[in-house]
């Protein structure tokens, strides 16, 4: 498996990470192919893609682990990209376009004038026949991709900055600053609205139903999309976190976060516990003044540290073995981080 994240330094990072009695994290690859910080990063079978506020989209080719090229169809900030399987690839910008990718010859099948404003966020429908976006024209979009044409246009009081469908594609979730609207497929309403007190910068669905939810402070929240009720919060960073990733593996839910406080931490989230039961199972990185060229440390379990907060209890596994040489005072935060776990 492998966990990829960028970062304000304009660098993409690549680390192996081998489930087991703990997790191991080793450095695998580092990328720097952009000329400003990275702004959005999407992860298929073999390629990664990194967008940037230099306006471009640049392809790393994992398995080779060589550059594989650069995308250049935006004028503007690239601030959303998002694989349907391995043949395509959608890429919202500043610019208001939305493209669409064919992977296998890397070129752009069609450039839509989505938004009048910026594009903020787009989600591809499980079924890959549908998409939607949002922009700073305080429009939510429904896009027809088999055809390539807009669907539906429903006006925002306020513009959403996140949009994300559900696993099964019922329903659909909007961001507005601190608020996320619940909507149902069928009927295009809102069903339900859950606020938190700070901004969020993230949200990802783990069940159809539980929708986890990070802001601009340290807690990840864990809310039912029925309800609208918090089920569990937890402490999860020392700083802001500013994405999160979630998977399966082996019936286990696994959450990734990571933070401004340059940490890169994996969970294992027990749904089936009154309260939920969250575990640390590792942590990839401390990025904060360390300057990563791969290979030069690797990672074991130095400490383990039992933390009791609430219903649940935390595991932190802190592991640094080796580093390499701290530079001046050269400080790596990581930015939007889309943290993606591949199975090989």
Not at 2 to 21: I, K, S, W
Not at 66 to 74: D, I, S, T
Not at 265 to 294: P, T
Request: hydrophobic residues 40%.
């Amino acid at each position: 498996m492998e966990l990829v994240a960028g970062c304000y330094e304009q660098v993409l990072f690549g680390f192996a990470a081998r489930p087991g009695e703990p997790w191991t994290v080793t450095p695998d690859f580092t990328n720097h192919a952009h000329t400003a910080s990275l702004s959005a990063v999407a992860v298929n079978s073999k390629y990664v893609v990194t967008g940037s506020r230099d306006e471009s989209i640049q392809i790393y080719d994992m398995r080779k682990k060589v550059e594989h090229g650069a995308l250049l169809q935006h004028n503007g900030t690239i601030t959303c990209l998002e694989f349907y399987g391995t043949a395509h690839l959608l890429s919202g910008a500043e610019d208001g376009l939305i493209c669409i990718w064919n992977t296998k010859r890397w070129e752009c099948l069609k450039s839509i004038k989505a938004h009048k404003g910026h594009v903020t966020s787009l989600s591809i429908h499980p079924s890959g026949k549908l998409a939607l976006s949002v922009g700073t024209d305080k429009t939510l979009r429904t896009w027809n991709l088999v055809e390539g044409r807009s669907a539906f246009i429903k006006n925002l009081k306020q513009n959403a900055h996140i949009i994300k469908w559900s696993p099964n594609g019922e329903k659909y979730v909007t961001v507005i600053t601190n608020k996320v609207d619940i909507y149902k497929l069928d009927t295009a309403s809102i069903t339900g609205t859950i606020t938190i007190e700070k901004r969020i910068s993230s949200i990802r669905f783990i069940t159809d139903s539980v929708l986890a939810i990070a802001g601009d402070d340290e807690i990840i929240r864990f809310y039912s999309c029925d309800s609208q009720k918090c089920l569990c919060e937890f402490k999860a960073h020392e700083n802001r976190i500013k994405d999160i990733y979630s998977f399966e593996r082996e019936g286990q839910h696994v959450i990734v976060t990571a933070s401004s406080d340059g940490y890169i931490k994996v969970w294992n989230l027990d749904l089936n516990k009154v309260g939920l039961f969250v575990v640390l199972l590792a942590v990839a990185n401390h990025l904060k003044d360390l300057l990563f060229k791969g290979g030069g440390y690797s990672y074991k379990v130095q400490k383990t540290v039992l933390l009791k907060n609430s219903d649940h209890r935390i595991i932190e596994l802190l592991r640094l073995e080796k580093i390499l040489k701290i530079i001046k005072s050269i400080t790596i935060l990581c930015t939007f981080i889309s943290c993606i776990f591949k199975q090989f």
